[in-house]
């Protein structure tokens, strides 16, 4: 039976282990009551290490429905009986976690400081397509806006652009892009979202994106304002999928541990800061989104940071409160979206967040009435001022 993570299910499984979210994952149990995840936000094929437990979990395909499936690791081994040394187990107990099995065709990503210099040059080749233009000026953004975001149109995949000829477009093919990487920077491995593909006939081999659909690219940068990740937004988002998707180039077929995308990379999700030289640093707000975090930095000039989701506030680690300390922050504000009065897993997360926060810097929230708009960037574009609420302790 399939139970929806966060919703009081019998297993007392309140978060997804793979995205951290407190919703819209799902967790399943068999007569043995082993138990599987369904992960809604996490497409990259990918085993990982979980943000909320610490434990490695296997992905074991797709679902029926298409919805990604994991798996404990030790869990895997146990009930595969991949070693003597899980056999050896309980199944009603929780052994010690196993690192999966090396994944053959997989790299570790280039440095940040390389991959700024990749992916600041893709961005360069791209501009904003129209229809693009047209979609972000409903919700509110200006010319300005739009321009210093740094956020581009991303064609679709050169063979699907060609099937549909009629369609005219302001961007380079993608053949083009890579020609132009390719004669630039030389090899592109260890780059996520850029693999090695294999030539229909002959052994040739090519550069290629991994990504067929069309959509936008937003920039994800780090602490010292380096893009070091894309975040890719669907124009026609996969039937059941999230619009919004890392980009990568890794994903593990069931039952083997090989890389489909030949020298790739793997994205992870990633938090993302925004901040320039006339930021007031006595506070910082935290946010679910990249929209949301950059809209909130150009409108309330403060610096802000993006998290992947609003369970992922750990995120936040030892590395980053000290960047924020070093830069004289005083304050921490969560703006987590206005549904949370209604949505209790993420009033949970926001509770939680604050928990975990301010054991190092004091944290307080952005509030706004729910009639006004969800996001912080629905408000503000429409020039509505939230409400601050100030920790006692600052």
Request: with cysteine; aromatic share 14%.
């Amino acid at each position: 039976m399939s139970i929806e993570v966060g919703r009081n299910n019998d297993h007392g499984i309140n978060q997804c282990p793979i995205c951290g979210k407190d919703h819209h994952c799902f967790v399943t149990n068999d007569s043995k009551n082993y138990l599987y995840y369904g992960c809604n936000y996490t497409f990259d094929g990918s085993n990982i290490k979980s943000i909320i437990d610490g434990y490695y979990y296997i992905y074991t395909g797709l679902s029926l429905k298409g919805v990604p499936k994991y798996e404990e690791a030790n869990q895997h081994y146990l009930r595969t009986n991949r070693n003597a040394e899980a056999n050896s187990y309980k199944t009603s107990t929780r052994p010690q976690n196993k690192v999966p099995e090396k994944v053959i065709n997989f790299v570790e990503p280039l440095a940040d400081s390389k991959l700024h210099d990749i992916y600041s040059y893709i961005l360069e080749l791209l501009c904003f397509e129209d229809y693009h233009r047209y979609l972000l000026y409903k919700d509110g953004w200006t010319d300005e806006l739009i321009q210093s975001s740094n956020i581009r149109s991303f064609p679709p995949d050169d063979y699907i652009r060609k099937q549909n000829s009629k369609i005219k477009y302001k961007n380079p093919s993608r053949r083009e892009i890579i020609y132009k990487l390719e004669s630039k920077f030389g090899d592109l491995t260890g780059v996520p979202g850029i693999f090695l593909a294999k030539q229909k006939h002959g052994n040739g081999r090519y550069w290629k994106f991994s990504l067929k659909d069309s959509g936008m690219l937003i920039p994800q940068f780090n602490m010292f304002l380096e893009v070091y990740r894309l975040r890719f937004r669907f124009d026609i988002p996969p039937k059941g999928k999230n619009k919004y998707r890392n980009i990568s180039s890794y994903y593990v077929k069931k039952g083997t541990n090989v890389n489909v995308f030949d020298k790739g990379a793997q994205s992870n999700s990633n938090i993302s800061f925004y901040y320039d030289k006339d930021c007031d640093w006595s506070r910082v707000a935290i946010l679910e989104g990249e929209k949301k975090a950059y809209i909130t930095h150009k409108l309330l000039k403060i610096p802000t940071i993006s998290l992947p989701g609003v369970s992922t506030y750990r995120k936040v680690d030892a590395k980053v409160i000290t960047f924020f300390k070093e830069h004289g922050v005083k304050i921490l504000l969560l703006g987590y979206d206005a549904d949370k009065v209604s949505n209790k897993d993420v009033l949970k997360a926001e509770k939680n967040a604050i928990q975990y926060l301010t054991k190092f810097i004091p944290t307080g929230t952005i509030d706004w009435l729910p009639i006004w708009g969800k996001g912080i960037d629905d408000i503000l574009l429409k020039n509505y001022m939230p409400d601050f609420n100030f920790p006692f302790s600052s």
